[in-house]
Nanobody, 122 residues
């Protein structure tokens, strides 16, 4: 059974930083891409950053240069370092296996975890 638990969110002022963590389990060796997604009220969920088992990454244009995705011990536990946070980064953040780096899409049938809330105030 696939499960992911996100943590590290919180409330910060604009310009601040947060580091999100993801503990994922149940994925098979063929699931070689993990990503962070986010969703804010009234908006569709969007892919933010993705990393594959080779260490290649991709980022949404809105976070390039500010966010860094990384992983330890394989790709199933990705971190998301978020720097220079902006109000528009406010959202619930989720991690999940991705279909590929380009574009950043979740695997079909993905079951989302509870996510971790990031709130950025000015």
């Amino acid at each position: 059974q696939v499960q992911q638990v996100e943590s590290g969110g919180g409330s910060v002022q604009a310009g601040g930083s947060l580091r999100l963590s993801c503990a994922a389990s149940g994925y098979t060796a063929s699931d070689s891409c993990m990503a962070w997604f986010r969703q804010s009220p009234g908006k569709e969920r969007e892919g933010v950053a993705a990393i594959d088992k080779y260490g290649s990454t991709n980022y949404a244009d809105s976070v390039k240069g500010r966010f860094i995705i990384s992983s330890d011990n394989g790709v199933n536990n990705p971190f998301l370092q978020m720097n220079n946070l902006k109000r528009e980064d406010t959202a619930m953040y989720y991690c999940a296996a991705c279909y590929g780096l380009f574009p950043i899409l979740p695997l079909p049938g993905n079951v989302w975890g509870q996510g971790t809330q990031v709130t950025v105030s000015s």
